[in-house]
């Protein structure tokens, strides 16, 4: 059992696999983030009252 865990080359797989999953969580997050943002953006979008015509220079 001791081996297993003195294993520096199961060490080394232990931490690659930590970095790609601390990747992907980054990565899920960051999606979540954009995901919120569009939406409060559609949000404000329906929402907001449109004008029929855009206002004119003076």
Do not use: I, Y
Not at 7 to 14: L, S, T, V, Y
Not at 21 to 39: F, V, Y
Not at 43 to 54: D, K, N, V, Y
Request: no cysteine.
């Amino acid at each position: 059992m001791t081996d297993a865990l003195d294993n520096p080359a199961d060490h080394w797989a232990w931490q690659a696999r930590e970095k790609a999953r601390r990747a992907r969580h980054g990565e899920e997050m960051a999606q979540r983030k954009l995901e919120r943002e569009w939406a409060a953006e559609k949000e404000r979008w329906a929402t907001r009252p449109h004008e029929s015509e855009p206002p004119r220079p003076r």
